[in-house]
């Protein structure tokens, strides 16, 4: 008999999962609350799906972002569109029949592992629910979906959003808006924003790092790519002074300074947000001292009105299917060896659980494929797992900032040779 295995989401991780899991022949459900594959690519008006905004591009050049088995179109630009990605990630499930293993409009509310180690699945679906047994657990369910919502003293008489609610920027035009946070989302956000809005203004509480697009004509990543033989400081100071050469110092633009080396936090990849400030477009503020009506009240004493605060404030690790007291990964560190596998319980996998100075999808096509092959037979999970799940914490690829945004970081190009390594020295 097969082993059967459960599959939770259909994004990108998830069907890369499921294609890996059927090349070994296992007997493979995917259930998701989606309409379609693609998860936050697909996009949709519907505040309830987490989705990308209407505008959105991918960040990570398309090269290191493809699935190694099925490349990208050579038609689509260097950074495709969200359209352009949700039709790739269609096209790889149609392309490895993928379609036939997934539920859609299924939402999967509780998994509990049973006395003989097997998985019990209780899953809900237009009213009603079922329940299914697996030989093993896949969680693919995303990290880009459970808003985590700055607090402030005092009230905002306003409209106080995250960026998980931003869909069409008509929404704001004509309207005072503060955009809250220095990431990817928060300054896409303000560019985007200010194209129609009355004004923006833009809050960081620290400073970032902010890469172009391009460096010398080609995708930054890659350009990336070609000095990361260097020492990584020797790489981390090479890298500042290529990007003060090309934009200058934060300062020049009302904005903080990084606090730390490249890598120390995420970059913010944007193209536009410097020509946008200095075009007066947007306006930078400081952190946040408190709330009072439609004004906020900055650190620096200076206050404004706003129609509408934006928190561009990341996202809380969730897996609401699960106890709390079997697995909470929400606060802290994720205790998983290669991000993927639980140190005491060998059927429980994890795809797609780390964040990459890079693109997440390749690194989760190596862990499926790790998945399906321990499944099948032909790769042995080492002794110690749970130790080297802690070695990895104690040695992460950054010394990052110490906040719930950094507790799963990886660097693209270290974490595929750990995986590569560990797929080839483990195999059997």
């Not at 657990?137 to 990290?143: A, E, P, Q, R, S």
């Not at 400081?286 to 650190?299: K, S, T």
């Amino acid at each position: 008999m097969k082993t059967k295995v459960c599959v939770i989401g259909a994004g990108p991780s998830g069907i890369t999962a499921a294609k890996n899991l059927l090349d070994e022949g296992l007997d493979v459900s995917v259930f998701d609350y989606g309409k379609e594959v693609g998860g936050n690519w697909v996009y949709t008006d519907e505040e309830g799906h987490s989705s990308v905004f209407e505008t959105t591009h991918i960040i990570s050049s398309k090269t290191l972002s493809q699935y190694e088995d099925f490349p990208m179109p050579d038609s689509y630009p260097d950074y495709p569109s969200h359209r352009q990605l949700a039709s790739y990630f269609q096209a790889y499930a149609r392309q490895f029949g993928l379609y036939a293993h997934i539920r859609f409009h299924t939402r999967v509310e509780h998994c509990q592992r049973l006395p003989d180690g097997r998985w019990q699945v209780d899953i809900s679906c237009e009213g009603s629910r079922e329940q299914h047994v697996f030989d093993a657990l896949c969680v693919c369910n995303g990290h880009h979906w459970n808003p985590r919502m700055p607090s402030y003293p005092g009230q905002f008489s306003g409209r106080f959003i995250h960026s998980h609610a931003v869909k069409r920027f008509s929404a704001f035009e004509g309207q005072r808006v503060l955009v809250i946070g220095g990431g990817n989302s928060a300054c896409d956000v303000a560019v985007e924003a200010s194209r129609v809005a009355a004004s923006v203004d833009l809050s960081w509480r620290r400073g970032y790092w902010v890469v172009p697009k391009f460096m010398m004509g080609r995708p930054a990543d890659k350009f990336s790519e070609g000095i990361r033989w260097l020492p990584r400081p020797l790489w981390q100071t090479l890298s500042a002074l290529s990007l003060q050469f090309r934009n200058g110092r934060n300062t020049l633009y009302g904005l903080p300074e990084p606090e730390g080396p490249i890598g120390s936090h995420h970059p913010t990849i944007n193209e536009d947000l410097f020509f946008h400030i200095r075009h007066g477009k947007i306006q930078p503020r400081p952190d946040i001292e408190r709330l009072a009506g439609d004004h906020v009240v900055f650190r620096d004493h200076s206050s404004h009105p706003y129609d509408t605060l934006i928190a561009c404030t990341g996202y809380i690790i969730s897996h609401p299917f699960f106890n709390k007291a079997f697995l909470d990964y929400s606060e802290g560190a994720v205790r998983l060896w290669l991000r993927m596998l639980h140190p005491d319980i060998d059927n429980l996998y994890f795809i797609g659980l780390f964040q990459p100075l890079g693109c997440i999808w390749p690194g989760s096509e190596l862990q499926s494929r790790i998945m399906a092959r321990h499944l099948s037979g032909r790769w042995k999970r080492p002794r110690h797992v749970g130790a080297r799940a802690d070695a990895e914490l104690r040695q992460p690829d950054f010394r990052q900032i110490d906040t719930p945004r950094h507790t799963i970081t990886v660097d693209y190009h270290r974490f595929r040779k750990r995986l590569l390594d560990a797929l080839d020295k483990y195999s059997l």
